[in-house]
């Protein structure tokens, strides 16, 4: 077999990973194969076989991609690097308008990867630790939920928030609520139209999390 150079392989494999996104997107994650990937890439079984041993480990290398493509990481460096200085609910409008913006924009496509995969994990737990395992890079969401803890948790110790509810379980309900939007947002646009379906509008439902934020936190509403 002919050798064959490192930016063969990264690019063979990068246009493998930018077709089981687009699979993705037209199917669902638990239902994308490595036939599905072969007939879509044109290779052939034993090509694909060269770079990839299964679907999983495709579905990783999707993932990382997906990260290092659509990153809000940066933007949201950029806001908390002003929260010395600029007033609370401005730091916070301004990350609650990056989130519904970024759920708008990728909710037919890495939102709902995610809400897939996370899906899945109820149902094939060792599959999706699988898939996982091997990212070290951190998600938008993990990152933006971390840096929201540090900020929630400095401005809660100094007494510029006086929360009428422990930070844990403030922490619990941003998570269990931004989750809820989420996969009512998904459902009623990616699978089955539901009642009322112009509520089911990330910045709708986002806008009223940020006022319920605003009032569990002390501020002004």
């Known amino acids: 077999m002919p050798k ?7 690019n063979k494999k990068t246009m ?12 669902t994650v638990s239902t994308v194969t490595m036939q599905d990937i072969i007939n879509a890439t044109g290779l052939s079984q034993g090509g694909i076989y060269r770079f990839y041993k299964d679907i999983d480990e495709i579905l990783r290398d999707m993932l990382i991609d997906n990260r290092q493509r659509v990153t809000i990481k940066t933007q949201v460096d950029a806001i908390f690097a002003e929260a010395q200085t600029e007033d609370a609910k401005v730091i916070l409008h301004k990350i609650f308008d990056l ?35 091997n990212i070290e890079d951190t998600g938008n969401f993990e990152y933006l939920f971390l ?41 009623n646009h990616c699978y089955k139209k539901l009642p009322l379906m112009e509520w089911y ?21």
């Open 147 to 187: 840096r929201i803890t540090q900020y929630l948790q400095t401005n809660i110790s100094n007494g510029r928030f006086t929360p009428k509810i422990s930070q844990e379980e403030l922490l619990t309900y941003l998570t269990t609520s931004y989750n809820g939007i989420e996969m009512s947002c998904i459902i």
């Open 99 to 133: 989130l519904a913006d970024f759920m708008t924009k990728e909710l037919m496509g890495i939102v709902k990867i995610n809400f897939e995969l996370s899906v899945l994990s109820m149902n094939a737990p060792l599959r999706v630790e699988k898939i996982l395992g």
């Open 4 to 10: 064959v150079s490192e930016e063969y392989i990264k």
């Open 201 to 221: 509008i990330p910045k709708t439902q986002l806008k009223t999390l940020e006022t319920t934020l605003y009032y569990l936190l002390g501020l002004e509403v």
């Open 16 to 27: 493998i990973v930018r077709t089981a996104y687009d699979l993705c997107l037209q199917k």
